[in-house]
C-alpha cells in the first residue's frame, strides 16, 4: 500500500473522531520523566519533588489541557525537546523554571543553546552541582544553518520518523505535495533529528534560477566554472556525512535534479532530501507524498496560531464544531489551516467557517485535472485576499514583481508600511532579517492578481525604476569601498536580474542598458560571467550604431566580465577603447586600456608593458584611481614575470595600497600573491609567508573560485619550498577534490605548485604529469615546468627525452625573456652535459640569477656547481660549497628536495672546514671556475654566452638590445664584447660582423 493512499485513509479516519476540547490550565509546570507521559505540576518545586530517577526534563509556561486531563501546546513539546536531549540520569530544566526556582536547588548553567524543535536558542539548566560529563544533543553541536522557526512544529511524528528511516536506506527522498502542505516544515524537522556529524545545509530555491550554484553560495564552495558548480559541490563534499536539503525546486527541477544525481553518484555519505511540488524524476529518488494533517492535528495547529492573534482564544463547546469544520473543509494543509488561523484577530470561527462556503462551492466546480488540496488551498488564499482592504490588496498584488525578496524601501518605503504589516499578520509576506518576501505559492497569486488589475507593467516599470536607482547610486561605492558595494548590491540580485530581463525587453531600452552598465562588476565573481556577458551583450545589441558614453560603459564592462570568461578576448576593450577617445572619455580610455594590457598579458609581454605606460599616464590625468592602479599592478606583473623585481616591487606595493584601500581584493589578492613570489624568489621565507597569507585573507570574503584558489596555490607554494609538503597539500586539499574530479580545471601557477610538491613528497611520476600540464600554449606559460620536465625525466631515466624537452625550454624561455626558468634549464641541461659544457651551463645560471637577486635560484646553482666540482675531481672544493650551501638553506629555512639530497649525499663528501657565507660562498664557486678546457684564443674560445652575444651584434642589436636579450647589463655586455675582440684578434663591430657573416654560415 503507497503513503499516499495511508495518508487518505487516515484522513477520512479523522473525520469520524470525536471532538476534543482544548481548555486554557493557566501557568503551570510540565515534568517529561523518562518514558512517561508528561505530568502537569502547580510549581517548579513539586514537579522536582516527584522525580524518582532517571532522565527527565522541567519546563513551566502556559499549557491547554485535553478533555482526558493531558496537557497539549508548544510548551509541552519543548520540555519533550528537552527529555529527549536527557540521558544518563541527568535533569534538564528550562530558563524559564530556573527562574521561579531561584536558589531553591543547585542548578548549573549549560549556556544557550538550539533545540531540534528548531526554534530560538535557548539558556537551559542541569539540576545539580556540576552537569554530566557528556553534553546534552544540542542542535547547534553540529554544522548546521537550519532556519530559526517562530512558530512551533504541531504534529507529524510519524511521518518524520518514517522520512528520516526512508532517508537512511535511499540517500535521496523528496516530500512532494502542493504548495502550504507543509512540505518545507516537515523537511526541517526531519533535518533536525538525523545523524549527520560533518553538517546540515539548508539552501532555499523558491527565487533561484541556477540551483547547483546557490547550493555552492550556501556552502561557501567555490565554484570551479570548467567543471561546473554542482561538480564542485560533489567533490568537496565527497568524503563527509551530510545532509543537503534542496526547499521549493518545483520551478528548477532540472537543476535540483543534476545536483542530486551528482552528489549520488560521488558522495557516499550524502543524503539530500528534496521538497517539491512534482518529484525531481531521478534514478534513486523515492517519491515520499506529503499527507494532509490529521484532523486532531490540524485542529491543534489552528488553536496555536490562533494563541498569536487572540491570546485568550480556546476551543471550547462553542468554537469546537466550527474550527473543526473549518480544518475538515480546507483538508488539514497546514498553511491553509495557518491563514484561517490568522483571521481570528477579526472574526469568530463561525463567521471564518461561513466565509469559506461560496469559496468552496466555486472551486469544486472548478477546471478538472487540478489536485483538490491545491484548489482548497487557492481558495482559502483568495478568501483571504478578499478580506483585505483595497489598500492592502494593492501593495499585496504589487509585491508580485520582486524576486528573491524585497526591503521596505523597495516595496514604497513608510507610505506602504502599515500595509506590509497588516500582510505580514495575515501570514501572506514573510518578514526575515530586515527583508520581507511572497511564498512563491502566494507570489504567483499576487502575480495573476496583478495582471487582472492591468498593472503588470507598471508594476515592473516601478521595479526597474527602484532597482536603476539603487544601483546608479551605488556605483560611487566601485571606486571607494566596493565592499560596501558588494553588501549594497549582490542581495538584490535575483531583483537586478528581473530588472534587467524587463528593462532590456523594452521597445525604449534605455533604463535597462544604464542598469546593465552600473552593475557590470556584479558578474566579475563566482563563475557568473558568462551570464553578465548574455546582459551586456544584449544591451549592446539594442543600440548597436550608439556612439554614446553609456555604451562605452557596456563595452568596457564587457571586456571587464570577459576576464573572468574569455581572458584573451580583447575585443569589447578595443571596440570600448576607440568608443572613448571619440568622446572624450579620459577614465574610460584609461579602463579599456588596462583591460587591453590585461588581455595581452601572457601572449605578448612587451605590448603589456608598453600599453600599460598609456593606461598609467591617462588615468592620472583623468583621476582614475582604479584604472592607475591596476595599470601599475600589470606593470609590476609583466616585471616580476621577466625577474626585475627590484622593479616590480615598488610597482605592486603602490597599487595594493590603493587596491586594499577601496576594497578591490580580487586585484589586490593578486598583487600580494605576486608580492609573495618575488619574496620567494629572494628567499625571504617569513615574508614570502606573510604576504602569502595575506593574500587567502584578502581573496577569501569573495568566496570565488579563481581569486581564493590561486592564492591558495601562492600559499601551498610556500609551504612546500619549506618542506611542509603535508601544509602544501591541505592547503589546497578542496580544491584537490574538484580537480580530480574535473580534470581540466585551469588556475595559473596551479600544476606547477602540484608538481612541485608531489616532487618533493618522493612522487616523480605524478609530479611529472602535472608540470605536463603547466604549460599554456600560446602564451609564456609554455616556458613553464619544462626545466622541471626535463629533471624529472633525467631522474626517471629517460635522458634523451629530457634532452628534448630542455633544448626547447631553453629556446622558449630566450624568446620570451624568462631568466629564472631560462636558469633552471640551463642548470638542467649541465647535469646532462659534459663537463666542460656543463660548466658553462652551470655557470651561466649563476650568472643569471645572481644578475636577477634570484637568491633560492642560487642555492639551486650551489648544489649544481657542487656535482660539478665532485665529477671533476675536485671533492674538497666540493666539500666546502656543500657545507656552506648547507648551512644557507638552514639559515633561510629551505630545505632541497629529497632526490636532490639523495644525489648529493651520494657523492659521498667530506666536510672540510667551517660553512661560509653564502655570498662568499658564491664569490668562491666563482673563482674555483678554473680551466675550461678550451683554447685561449679563435672561434673555439668563446663560451656559449660569448657565441650568442656575436649572434647578437651581428644581427645589428645595440648593447642595451643584447642585454635584454641575454638578461644583463650594458656593462656586462662590453665586457663579454671586449673578450671576444681580443680572442678572435679583432678591434671592433664592423670587423665582428664580417668575421661572424663568414663563419656562422
Known amino acids: 500500500m503507497n503513503i499516499g493512499h495511508l495518508a487518505e485513509i487516515r484522513w477520512q479516519t479523522g473525520r469520524a473522531m470525536t471532538a476534543t476540547k482544548l481548555l486554557p490550565a493557566g501557568t503551570v509546570t510540565i515534568l517529561c520523566a523518562g518514558d512517561a507521559d508528561p505530568a502537569v505540576f502547580a510549581t517548579p518545586g513539586e514537579a522536582l519533588a516527584a522525580l524518582s530517577g532517571g532522565p527527565a526534563a522541567v519546563h513551566t509556561g502556559d499549557v491547554l489541557l485535553r478533555d482526558d486531563g493531558t496537557p497539549a501546546g508548544p510548551v509541552v513539546r519543548?520540555?519533550?525537546?528537552?527529555?529527549?536531549?536527557?540521558?544518563?540520569?541527568?535533569?534538564?530544566?528550562?530558563?524559564?523554571?530556573?527562574?521561579d526556582l531561584r536558589d531553591a536547588v543547585p542548578l548549573h548553567d549549560l549556556g544557550v543553546h538550539r533545540l531540534p524543535d528548531l526554534t530560538a536558542p535557548e539558556r537551559v539548566f542541569e539540576l545539580g552541582e556540576a552537569p554530566a560529563p557528556r553534553p546534552?544533543?544540542?542542535?547547534?553541536?553540529?554544522?548546521?544553518?537550519?532556519?530559526?522557526?517562530?512558530?512551533?512544529?504541531?504534529?507529524?511524528?510519524?511521518?518524520?520518523?518514517?522520512?528520516?528511516?526512508?532517508?537512511?536506506?535511499?540517500?535521496?527522498?523528496?516530500?512532494?505535495?502542493?504548495?502550504?502542505?507543509?512540505?518545507?516544515?516537515?523537511?526541517?524537522?526531519?533535518?533536525?533529528?538525523?545523524?549527520?556529524?560533518?553538517?546540515?545545509?539548508?539552501?532555499?530555491?523558491?527565487?533561484?534560477?541556477?540551483?547547483?550554484?546557490?547550493?555552492?553560495?550556501?556552502?561557501?564552495?567555490?565554484?570551479?566554472?570548467?567543471?561546473?558548480?554542482?561538480?564542485?559541490?560533489?567533490?568537496?563534499?565527497?568524503?563527509?556525512?551530510?545532509?543537503?536539503?534542496?526547499?521549493?525546486?518545483?520551478?528548477?527541477?532540472?537543476?535540483?535534479?543534476?545536483?542530486?544525481?551528482?552528489?549520488?553518484?560521488?558522495?557516499?555519505?550524502?543524503?539530500?532530501?528534496?521538497?517539491?511540488?512534482?518529484?525531481?524524476?531521478?534514478?534513486?529518488?523515492?517519491?515520499?507524498?506529503?499527507?494532509?494533517?490529521?484532523?486532531?492535528?490540524?485542529?491543534?495547529l489552528f488553536v496555536e496560531r490562533a494563541g498569536a492573534v487572540r491570546p485568550r482564544f480556546t476551543l471550547d463547546a462553542s468554537s469546537v464544531a466550527a474550527v473543526r469544520s473549518i480544518c475538515t473543509r480546507l483538508d488539514g494543509i497546514p498553511l491553509a489551516v495557518e491563514l484561517a488561523a490568522a483571521w481570528l484577530g477579526a472574526l469568530t470561527p463561525h463567521q471564518i467557517d461561513a466565509g469559506l462556503d461560496d469559496r468552496f462551492a466555486l472551486l469544486t466546480r472548478g477546471p478538472r485535472g487540478v489536485p483538490a488540496r491545491q484548489r482548497t488551498l487557492?481558495?482559502?488564499?483568495?478568501?483571504?485576499?478578499?478580506?483585505?482592504?483595497?489598500?492592502?490588496?494593492?501593495?499585496?498584488?504589487?509585491?508580485?514583481?520582486?524576486?528573491?525578496?524585497?526591503?521596505?524601501?523597495?516595496?514604497?518605503?513608510?507610505?506602504?508600511?502599515?500595509?506590509?504589516?497588516?500582510?505580514?499578520?495575515?501570514?501572506?509576506?514573510?518578514?526575515?532579517?530586515?527583508?520581507?518576501?511572497?511564498?512563491?505559492?502566494?507570489?504567483?497569486?499576487?502575480?495573476?492578481?496583478?495582471?487582472?488589475?492591468?498593472?503588470?507593467?507598471?508594476?515592473?516599470?516601478?521595479?526597474?525604476?527602484?532597482?536603476?536607482?539603487?544601483?546608479?547610486?551605488?556605483?560611487?561605492?566601485?571606486?571607494r569601498d566596493k565592499d560596501a558595494w558588494r553588501a549594497r548590491v549582490e542581495p538584490e540580485r535575483d531583483n537586478l536580474r528581473a530588472a534587467l530581463e524587463w528593462g532590456l525587453a523594452l521597445e525604449d531600452p534605455g533604463r535597462g542598458r544604464r542598469l546593465a552598465a552600473a552593475v557590470a562588476w556584479l558578474w566579475n565573481l563566482h563563475g557568473r560571467g558568462h551570464e553578465g556577458l548574455a546582459?551586456?551583450?544584449?544591451?549592446?545589441?539594442?543600440?548597436?550604431?550608439?556612439?554614446?558614453?553609456?555604451?562605452?560603459?557596456?563595452?568596457?564592462?564587457?571586456?571587464?566580465?570577459?576576464?573572468?570568461?574569455?581572458?584573451?578576448?580583447?575585443?569589447?576593450?578595443?571596440?570600448?577603447?576607440?568608443?572613448?577617445?571619440?568622446?572624450?572619455?579620459?577614465?574610460?580610455?584609461?579602463?579599456?586600456?588596462?583591460?587591453?594590457?590585461?588581455?595581452?598579458l601572457y601572449t605578448d609581454l612587451d605590448a603589456a608593458w608598453d600599453i600599460t605606460f598609456e593606461a598609467e599616464k591617462v588615468a592620472e590625468d583623468a583621476g582614475d584611481g582604479f584604472a592607475r592602479d591596476s595599470a601599475l599592478m600589470l606593470r609590476g606583473i609583466v616585471r616580476f614575470a621577466r625577474d626585475c623585481h627590484d622593479e616590480a616591487a615598488p610597482l605592486l606595493d603602490e597599487?595594493?595600497?590603493?587596491?586594499?584601500?577601496?576594497?578591490?581584493?580580487?586585484?589586490?589578492?593578486?598583487?600580494?600573491?605576486?608580492?609573495?613570489?618575488?619574496?620567494?624568489?629572494?628567499?625571504?621565507?617569513?615574508?614570502?609567508?606573510?604576504?602569502?597569507?595575506?593574500?587567502?585573507?584578502?581573496?577569501?570574503?569573495?568566496?570565488?573560485?579563481?581569486?581564493?584558489?590561486?592564492?591558495?596555490?601562492r600559499l601551498a607554494s610556500v609551504h612546500g619550498l619549506a618542506g611542509d609538503v603535508d601544509a602544501g597539500f591541505r592547503v589546497l586539499d578542496p580544491f584537490l577534490r574538484l580537480v580530480e574530479t574535473a580534470g581540466d580545471v585551469f588556475v595559473p601557477g596551479l600544476a606547477g605548485v602540484l608538481g612541485e610538491l608531489h616532487r618533493r613528497r618522493g612522487e616523480p611520476e605524478a609530479a611529472l604529469r602535472w608540470f605536463e600540464r603547466e604549460a599554456v600554449p600560446g602564451t609564456y606559460m609554455a616556458a613553464q615546468g619544462l626545466a622541471e620536465r626535463g629533471a624529472l625525466l633525467r631522474a626517471l631515466g629517460r635522458a634523451d627525452e629530457a634532452a628534448e624537452v630542455l633544448?626547447?625550454?631553453?629556446?622558449?624561455?630566450?624568446?620570451?625573456?624568462?631568466?629564472?626558468?631560462?636558469?633552471?634549464?640551463?642548470?638542467?641541461?649541465?647535469?646532462?652535459?659534459?663537463?666542460?659544457?656543463?660548466?658553462?651551463l652551470h655557470y651561466e645560471a649563476l650568472n643569471l640569477r645572481l644578475d636577477h637577486g634570484l637568491r633560492l635560484g642560487v642555492l639551486a646553482s650551489l648544489d649544481a656547481l657542487t656535482t660539478l666540482l665532485a665529477r671533476t675531481g675536485r671533492e674538497a672544493d666540493a666539500a666546502r660549497v656543500l657545507v656552506s650551501a648547507d648551512r644557507a638553506r638552514s639559515d633561510l629555512g629551505f630545505p632541497r628536495r629529497p632526490l636532490e639530497q639523495a644525489e648529493l649525499d651520494a657523492l659521498g663528501l667530506v666536510p672540510a672546514g667551517p660553512p661560509m657565507g653564502l655570498d662568499d660562498v658564491v664569490a668562491f664557486v666563482r673563482r674555483a671556475r678554473g680551466s675550461r678546457g678550451r683554447p685561449s684564443?679563435?672561434?673555439?674560445?668563446?663560451?656559449?654566452?660569448?657565441?650568442?652575444?656575436?649572434?647578437?651584434?651581428?644581427?645589428?642589436?645595440?648593447?642595451?638590445?643584447?642585454?635584454?636579450?641575454?638578461?644583463?647589463?650594458?656593462?656586462t655586455v662590453k665586457t663579454h664584447l671586449a673578450h671576444v675582440y681580443a680572442k678572435l684578434g679583432i678591434a671592433n663591430r664592423t670587423e665582428l660582423a664580417t668575421r661572424a657573416a663568414a663563419h656562422l654560415s
Request: with cysteine; aromatic share 4%; charged share 25%.
Open 378 to 479: 487557492e481558495g482559502s488564499i483568495a478568501w483571504s485576499h478578499d478580506q483585505l482592504g483595497d489598500e492592502d490588496r494593492a501593495v499585496f498584488r504589487r509585491l508580485a514583481v520582486f524576486a528573491g525578496g524585497f526591503t521596505l524601501a523597495a516595496a514604497g518605503g513608510p507610505a506602504v508600511l502599515p500595509a506590509l504589516g497588516r500582510l505580514v499578520d495575515k501570514s501572506l509576506v514573510l518578514a526575515e532579517d530586515g527583508r520581507y518576501r511572497l511564498l512563491e505559492t502566494l507570489r504567483e497569486y499576487a502575480a495573476a492578481r496583478l495582471a487582472e488589475a492591468g498593472e503588470t507593467a507598471a508594476a515592473r516599470d516601478r521595479h526597474l525604476d527602484h532597482f536603476l536607482a539603487l544601483a546608479e547610486a551605488a556605483e560611487p561605492d566601485l571606486d
Open 535 to 600: 546582459y551586456l551583450e544584449r544591451a549592446v545589441a539594442r543600440r548597436p550604431d550608439d556612439r554614446t558614453a553609456l555604451q562605452a560603459r557596456l563595452l568596457t564592462g564587457m571586456g571587464l566580465v570577459a576576464d573572468t570568461t574569455a581572458p584573451f578576448d580583447r575585443e569589447a576593450a578595443r571596440r570600448g577603447l576607440d568608443l572613448a577617445i571619440e568622446l572624450g572619455e579620459a577614465g574610460l580610455r584609461a579602463r579599456c586600456l588596462a583591460l587591453t594590457a590585461l588581455g595581452h
Open 655 to 713: 597599487a595594493a595600497d590603493g587596491l586594499l584601500r577601496r576594497g578591490d581584493r580580487g586585484l589586490a589578492s593578486t598583487v600580494l600573491s605576486v608580492r609573495s613570489g618575488i619574496a620567494l624568489a629572494a628567499a625571504d621565507l617569513p615574508r614570502a609567508r606573510e604576504l602569502a597569507v595575506q593574500a587567502v585573507d584578502v581573496a577569501a570574503p569573495l568566496a570565488d573560485f579563481h581569486r581564493v584558489n590561486t592564492t591558495l596555490c
Open 136 to 300: 546534552p544533543r544540542w542542535l547547534d553541536a553540529v554544522p548546521n544553518n537550519l532556519p530559526v522557526q517562530l512558530t512551533g512544529f504541531v504534529g507529524r511524528d510519524a511521518e518524520v520518523a518514517d522520512v528520516r528511516r526512508h532517508l537512511a536506506g535511499t540517500r535521496l527522498v523528496t516530500l512532494a505535495g502542493p504548495g502550504g502542505s507543509g512540505k518545507t516544515r516537515l523537511a526541517a524537522q526531519v533535518a533536525a533529528g538525523g545523524a549527520w556529524p560533518d553538517g546540515v545545509w539548508w539552501v532555499e530555491l523558491d527565487a533561484v534560477t541556477e540551483v547547483a550554484g546557490q547550493v555552492a553560495a550556501t556552502l561557501g564552495i567555490p565554484v570551479e566554472p570548467t567543471a561546473g558548480a554542482a561538480r564542485s559541490v560533489a567533490t568537496d563534499l565527497r568524503d563527509r556525512r551530510v545532509l543537503l536539503c534542496l526547499d521549493n525546486c518545483e520551478h528548477v527541477l532540472d537543476g535540483a535534479a543534476e545536483v542530486a544525481l551528482e552528489l549520488l553518484r560521488s558522495c557516499p555519505e550524502v543524503a539530500v532530501l528534496t521538497t517539491s511540488r512534482e518529484p525531481l524524476g531521478v534514478p534513486g529518488e523515492t517519491v515520499w507524498r506529503v499527507p494532509p494533517l490529521a484532523v486532531e492535528e490540524a485542529v491543534a
Open 937 to 971: 684564443s679563435g672561434w673555439a674560445s668563446l663560451t656559449p654566452t660569448e657565441l650568442e652575444v656575436v649572434k647578437l651584434a651581428a644581427g645589428g642589436c645595440t648593447n642595451p638590445e643584447i642585454g635584454t636579450r641575454l638578461f644583463m647589463s650594458r656593462g
Open 78 to 99: 519543548r520540555c519533550q525537546q528537552l527529555r529527549a536531549l536527557a540521558d544518563e540520569g541527568r535533569v534538564l530544566v528550562s530558563a524559564r523554571t530556573a527562574a
Open 807 to 840: 633544448a626547447t625550454a631553453v629556446d622558449l624561455t630566450r624568446r620570451w625573456s624568462l631568466p629564472s626558468p631560462l636558469a633552471d634549464a640551463l642548470d638542467q641541461q649541465g647535469h646532462l652535459a659534459e663537463p666542460a659544457q656543463a660548466a658553462e
